[in-house]
């Protein structure tokens, strides 16, 4: 048979060269034709022979079904991924998954027309188009649980970037819990005992990871924190809430640019820190209050998850997904000891 010497094949073509009807085309297509009564083995195999032959690729499912996959990946964003002020959590990211997209031989391709409501994409909406790459990282601080549940009920190949819940979703995430009790549990040895624990006031696993891993430090030691709800939009109420506890020596603080903030203060205030008041942050902090204060902070991997999580897609792709334990990967979450962390003052 011969192959298209140009132009769009149509399903129309393809069922007149198969010898079928354009509705078994679609079946084919759209279905697979796994468990399909109504078309034999032998049709459906015709069909997907004259789908190879001719090359068509009006469907980009219908290249996969015929063996042939288009090694596209594509990248899904809850939040857009380039404003400057979330750089530091998506670029390292993308620099770690554009990286293994290379190693793997496979192009990226960006998700961006999903509408935004409320600062995020919605991943299903009129015109939705992730069956265009083989499979989908999905990115977000946040991600939507019933999307997520959506994704694993139609069928989709996803890979979620930080640890999700959602049963089915594969993830590569990182030890966020082991690292925020590693860090606090550092200071707590130093022999801090009057201590604030400024928690982000938001969902997410991630959120969740690192207050229940201060939790477990803070449980081991015998230290009862003072736990103040505070993002960095509340850095004047979480000061007041600070000088209004009992002469804390240490602040837990789950958000950097408010731990940056917060040691500012403490400046103008007249204390020293580390000397009179420790801080340690739960996360990194951006480029700009990096140069500000140098924190004693974790500092989560994002390259790394962001290349794991494309080999992880990539063996799912290949059918050969690892085993039950490997689909939901966590990455050990290093501690920099930066200057904001001593011993508590004497008395």
Same mark, same amino acid.
């Given at each position: 048979?011969?192959?298209?010497?140009?132009?769009? /094949?149509?399903?129309?073509?393809?069922?007149?060269?198969?010898?079928?009807?354009?509705?078994?085309?679609?079946?084919?297509?759209?279905?697979?034709?796994?468990?399909?009564?109504?078309?034999?083995?032998?049709?459906?195999?015709?069909?997907?022979?004259?789908?190879?032959?001719?090359?068509?690729?009006?469907?980009?499912?219908?290249?996969?079904?015929?063996?042939?996959?288009?090694?596209?990946?594509? /990248?899904?964003?809850?939040?857009?991924?380039?404003?400057?002020?979330?750089?530091?959590?998506?670029?390292?990211?993308?620099?770690?998954?554009?990286?293994?997209?290379?190693?793997?031989?496979?192009?990226?391709?960006?998700?961006?027309?999903?509408? /935004?409501?409320?600062?995020?994409?919605?991943?299903?909406?009129?015109?939705?188009?992730?069956?265009?790459?083989?499979?989908?990282?999905?990115?977000?601080?946040?991600?939507?649980?019933?999307?997520?549940?959506?994704?694993?009920?139609?069928?989709?190949?996803?890979?979620?970037?930080?640890?999700?819940?959602?049963?089915?979703?594969?993830?590569?995430?990182?030890?966020?819990?082991?690292?925020?009790?590693?860090?606090?549990?550092?200071?707590?040895?130093?022999?801090?005992?009057?201590?604030?624990?400024?928690?982000?006031?938001?969902?997410?696993?991630?959120?969740?990871?690192?207050?229940?891993?201060?939790?477990?430090?803070?449980?081991?030691?015998?230290?009862?924190?003072?736990?103040?709800?505070?993002?960095?939009?509340?850095?004047?109420?979480?000061?007041?809430?600070?000088?209004?506890?009992?002469?804390?020596?240490?602040?837990?603080?789950?958000?950097?640019?408010?731990?940056?903030?917060?040691?500012?203060?403490?400046?103008?205030?007249?204390?020293?820190?580390?000397?009179?008041?420790?801080?340690?942050?739960?996360?990194?902090?951006?480029?700009?209050?990096?140069?500000?204060?140098?924190?004693?902070?974790?500092?989560?991997?994002?390259?790394?998850?962001?290349?794991?999580?494309?080999?992880?897609?990539?063996?799912?792709?290949?059918?050969?997904?690892?085993?039950?334990?490997?689909?939901?990967?966590? /990455?050990?979450?290093?501690?920099?000891?930066?200057?904001?962390?001593?011993?508590?003052?004497?008395?």
């Amino acid at each position: 048979m011969a192959r298209s010497s140009g132009g769009r /094949v149509t399903q129309r073509q393809i069922a007149e060269l198969a010898g079928v009807s354009q509705a078994t085309v679609s079946l084919v297509l759209n279905h697979g034709g796994a468990g399909e009564t109504r078309i034999p083995e032998e049709t459906r195999a015709r069909v997907l022979r004259v789908i190879e032959e001719t090359q068509y690729v009006a469907d980009p499912s219908a290249r996969r079904l015929a063996g042939m996959d288009n090694r596209i990946i594509g /990248v899904f964003t809850y939040e857009p991924a380039f404003p400057s002020r979330i750089q530091e959590y998506y670029g390292p990211l993308l620099t770690g998954i554009e990286q293994a997209a290379e190693e793997v031989g496979c192009d990226l391709l960006m998700f961006t027309s999903a509408p /935004v409501t409320d600062g995020r994409r919605k991943i299903f909406h009129e015109g939705s188009r992730l069956r265009l790459a083989d499979g989908v990282l999905l990115l977000g601080v946040e991600m939507d649980a019933g999307e997520l549940e959506r994704l694993v009920t139609g069928g989709f190949r996803v890979v979620a970037v930080g640890r999700r819940d959602t049963p089915g979703i594969p993830s590569v995430g990182v030890d966020y819990a082991g690292g925020a009790r590693r860090v606090v549990a550092q200071a707590l040895d130093l022999g801090h005992r009057r201590v604030v624990h400024l928690h982000l006031p938001r969902e997410g696993e991630s959120v969740r990871d690192r207050f229940a891993g201060a939790g477990q430090a803070f449980a081991a030691a015998g230290v009862d924190p003072v736990v103040v709800p505070a993002g960095p939009e509340d850095a004047e109420a979480a000061w007041a809430a600070v000088r209004a506890a009992d002469d804390p020596t240490l602040l837990v603080v789950e958000d950097a640019a408010l731990a940056t903030a917060l040691v500012l203060r403490a400046r103008d205030a007249g204390l020293r820190v580390p000397e009179d008041l420790s801080v340690v942050s739960l996360l990194p902090p951006a480029r700009a209050d990096a140069a500000l204060v140098d924190l004693t902070r974790l500092d989560p991997p994002r390259g790394e998850i962001g290349r794991q999580a494309v080999l992880l897609l990539a063996r799912i792709l290949h059918g050969d997904p690892p085993p039950e334990d490997g689909l939901r990967t966590l /990455v050990e979450c290093p501690v920099v000891p930066g200057t904001t962390l001593a011993p508590p003052r004497a008395g």
